[in-house]
């Protein structure tokens, strides 16, 4: 069973980006449309030594009630099973309430955790670095995924930690 990293965060913040640039694939569905990754999706990364496996989730709850409070349940799944979890956010959006949820609900998880600073391509990537300070999740990094930028940093520590 290789080690898995899951992929969180809301929606649209470029998960399934990241996920295609780790796993070389188009497995999972990009679009413009929030919350269209439904289903978890597995993918294997091979771009270090070893190879590890990544989990791409949809974010939003559609149950707002359950136990997970604004994390899907599939979401809490891949992180509970996972032995790293990867917190994506949006450098263009901010921090919003909903990023800060979903720290919360991967710090119940108990696992190694890392911030992935998306969409820095054509910011002030140090501007974004400290607005995302406050969710207080290191080691964080500031990636474009979509241009396939950063990610070599962000396999380094993944390298250390799986
Ligand atoms: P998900 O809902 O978190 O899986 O997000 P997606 O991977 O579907 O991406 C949502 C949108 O953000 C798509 O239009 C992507 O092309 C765009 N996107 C993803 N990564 C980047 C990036 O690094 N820079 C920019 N500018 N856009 C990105
Ligand atoms: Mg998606």
Same mark, same amino acid.
């Given at each position: 069973m290789l080690p898995m990293v899951a992929l969180v965060g809301r929606?649209?913040?470029g998960k399934s980006t990241l996920f295609n640039?780790?796993?070389?694939?188009?497995?999972?569905?990009?679009?413009?449309?929030?919350?269209?990754?439904?289903?978890?999706?597995?993918?294997?990364?091979r771009l270090l030594d070893n190879p590890f496996l990544v989990v791409d989730? =949809?974010? !939003? %709850?559609? $149950?707002?009630?359950g136990l997970a409070g604004l994390t899907s349940q599939q979401s809490m799944q891949a992180m509970q099973e996972a032995a790293v979890i990867a917190i994506v956010v949006d450098a263009?959006? =901010?921090? !919003? %309430?909903? $990023?800060?949820?979903v720290v919360a609900d991967a710090r119940r998880c108990n696992r190694p955790m890392l911030l992935l600073v998306n969409k820095t391509d054509g910011l002030d990537a140090d501007q974004a670095m400290a607005d995302f300070s406050v969710l207080g999740?290191?080691?964080?990094?500031?990636?474009?995924?979509?241009h396939q930028r950063g990610l070599g940093p962000v396999l380094e520590e993944l390298a250390a930690r799986l």
């Open positions: 929606p649209n913040v640039a780790l796993t070389r694939s188009r497995d999972a569905l990009v679009a413009n449309q929030p919350g269209v990754t439904r289903d978890r999706q597995f993918g294997i990364c989730t =949809g974010g !939003l %709850s559609d $149950d707002p009630e263009r959006d =901010g921090v !919003l %309430s909903y $990023d800060h949820q999740v290191q080691p964080a990094f500031a990636v474009a995924a979509s």
